[in-house]
């Protein structure tokens, strides 16, 4: 079984910097907090479809 693909945007600016495979089982969306380039900061970064 293939995995799909999801982006991990920005919850402040909106961008979408990071992509990763979403696993089948999972339900709710992953946040993470990660940095972001256009933010030049670390901002919580959430699944989006």
Do not use: W
């Amino acid at each position: 079984m293939a995995q799909k693909k999801v982006a991990l945007a920005c919850n402040e600016c909106g961008s979408r910097n990071y992509t990763i495979a979403k696993k089948p089982d999972r339900s709710t969306r992953l946040e993470v907090k990660k940095y972001c380039k256009y933010c030049e900061k670390h901002t919580i970064h959430r699944e989006t479809m």
